[in-house]
């Protein structure tokens, strides 16, 4: 797609919507406001394209819910509520565990606050609700002397 210098704003606007397959928010006028110094109208179409594209219903409206994180002194305890029946398959890191519901829904990872030990790790799963259950890494306090070179 080539544009000459004198071929206005409007024919251009029309060939970016012929190339998208698609049709684009009126052009602001020039005389009104300069497109290059008030962009809110941009803005505004990508909110709304982001809009029609995301799914109202399915698989991530499933995990609307964020997960709930508490720690204790010895212990982090992460609270996921999950629709019902569900069959959870949970998967723990020292920084990090993931839960899924089922082959087919995406894997929701969920950052740890702190470094933990996976293999001490238990869940639970009751009334909707998927208790994780993490002892901590201890974190070593020892120092150790290094020796620094002059140069």
Known sequence: MSYSSNSSPQSR??????L??????????VSDTSP????????????????????????????????????????????FKLPQPANP???????RVSIEDSPLVKKQNIKLP????????????KDGILQIKMRKRKIN????????RYL
């Not at 998208?20 to 006028?29: A, F, I």
């Not at 109208?41 to 409206?61: C, E, F, I, R």
């Not at 306090?141 to 620094?148: F, G, M, Q, R």
């Open 141 to 148: 306090t020892t120092s150790y002397d290094i020796y620094v």
């Open 20 to 29: 998208l397959g698609t049709k684009l928010p009126e052009l602001p006028d």
């Open 89 to 95: 398959i949970v998967k723990a890191r020292a920084d």
């Open 13 to 18: 606007w029309k060939q970016v919507e012929a």
């Open 36 to 79: 290059l110094t008030d962009t809110s109208w941009v803005d505004d179409y990508v909110q709304q394209m982001l809009k029609k594209t995301m799914p109202v219903s399915g698989v991530l409206s499933r995990y609307k819910n964020k997960a709930e994180i508490f720690e204790t002194h010895h212990y982090v305890i992460v609270k």
């Open 114 to 125: 702190c470094l933990i030990i996976p293999r001490l790790s238990k869940a639970s799963y």
